[in-house]
């Protein structure tokens, strides 16, 4: 039995997925949106697959799948999309955004399951060292920011980007909701911090969501400095 996220707006189709998904075997935890999503991936995890629905208003399926696939406690988990487009574009989209499988509305019961328990399967054999996981697409920067602010998402980027004497240092921006409310690298704090981080070569970065409580050092607007500087 699997933990499962189901994230859908659709009540009915909501339903009908926990429903098929508890016949199963599984046990199930409802979001109805992708901002319900990532509360509860924080509050309410672990969870062993995420299912979820793409057209959303708000933070999109694609968004959220994204903001799993960037956050170093969530990236691995298994993520089946569910649309009711089903043409090849939108199929190749989801899986190039990191997802797992994508299963066209309406479903019936049996292909689910299938498809649930085939992205099981695979992530144990993966877990276990049997099988390789498939390279992702990552957002880049700009556009993870971009999406936190619009959305007005609350939470922690890290970056590790390379110093100018040739070493790594790690850099912190906290985020409340889509504002950036205080940073730290090193020494720096701050607006001075956030300049640093945006402007040295970036070797990689994830974001985390979650209530942020830390101590507000700034109240900027990141995307001003984003533009300046891409």
């Known amino acids: 039995m699997a933990r499962i996220l189901v994230v859908d707006d659709e009540p009915d189709v909501r339903l009908a997925t926990v429903m098929s998904l508890q016949r199963g075997g599984h046990e199930t935890v409802e979001a109805d949106g992708g901002v319900m999503a990532m509360r509860l991936l924080q509050q309410a995890g672990p969870f ?25 406690t969530t990236k691995n988990i298994p993520f089946i999309f569910l649309s009711a487009k089903r043409e090849v574009t939108e199929r190749s989209e989801g899986i190039d955004l990191g997802a797992d499988d994508y299963l066209g509305k309406p479903f019936a019961l049996e292909e ?32 993870c920011i971009d999406l936190i602010v619009r959305h007005k998402l609350s939470g922690k980027l890290t970056t590790l980007i390379k110093s100018d ?28 911090a956030v300049r640093e981080i945006l402007t040295s070569p970036l070797l990689m970065y994830s974001f985390e969501a979650y209530e942020v409580t830390d101590q507000i050092t700034i109240a900027m607007d990141i995307t001003r400095l984003i533009k300046k500087h891409a």
């Open 165 to 192: 004497q040739g070493g790594v240092l790690s850099g912190t921006i906290f985020f409340e909701g889509g504002h950036a409310v205080h940073a730290k690298l090193e020494d720096r704090l701050g607006e001075a």
């Open 112 to 143: 689910l399951l299938i498809r649930v328990n085939s992205a099981l399967a695979k992530h144990q054999a993966i877990s276990t060292g049997k099988a390789t996981p498939d390279p992702l697409q990552q957002i880049t920067l700009a556009q």
């Open 48 to 72: 062993d697959l995420i299912i979820c629905d793409v057209m959303m208003p708000g933070v999109t399926g694609h968004e959220v799948c994204q903001l799993v696939r960037l956050n170093p």
